[in-house]
């Protein structure tokens, strides 16, 4: 099992930058596939982005790509979302979440375990 919390959501303007960090605790965090997804009120949780266990792999959902980079560091126990050109559009609670035998999914409901989210707003 592992344990996850979330850190650097915020306010920015569009265009600006964050970077959120995915802080695991417990045993084996470098052998889960760790994911990225977000949700608006009222809407369904949407992918972001999944790197595999050896950051070797990385996929990304359709509305961020060429704009967000998921990392890790697994001496560190922590993924990494950097989010570049923020948009209005990218406003919603962002969820870290693990999933485990290192399986590479797009699908929230495939994964094991979840953080309790940060908030993410952007202004125009």
């Known amino acids: 099992q592992v344990q996850l919390v979330e850190s650097g959501g915020g306010l920015v303007q569009t265009g600006g930058s964050l970077r959120l960090s995915c802080a695991g605790a417990g045993r084996s965090f470098s052998s889960y596939a760790m994911g990225w997804m977000r949700q608006v009120p009222g809407k369904e949780r949407e992918f972001v982005a999944v790197i595999s266990w050896s950051g070797g792999s990385t996929y990304y959902g359709d509305s961020v790509k060429g704009r967000f980079t998921i990392s890790r560091d697994n001496a560190k126990n922590t993924v990494y979302l950097q989010m570049n050109s923020l948009k209005p559009e990218d406003t919603a609670v962002y969820y870290c979440?693990?999933?485990?035998?290192?399986?590479?999914?797009?699908?929230?409901?495939?994964?094991?375990?979840w953080g309790q989210g940060t908030q993410v707003t952007v202004s125009s």
């Open positions: 979440s693990a999933v485990e035998g290192g399986v590479i999914s797009s699908t929230p409901d495939q994964y094991d375990y």
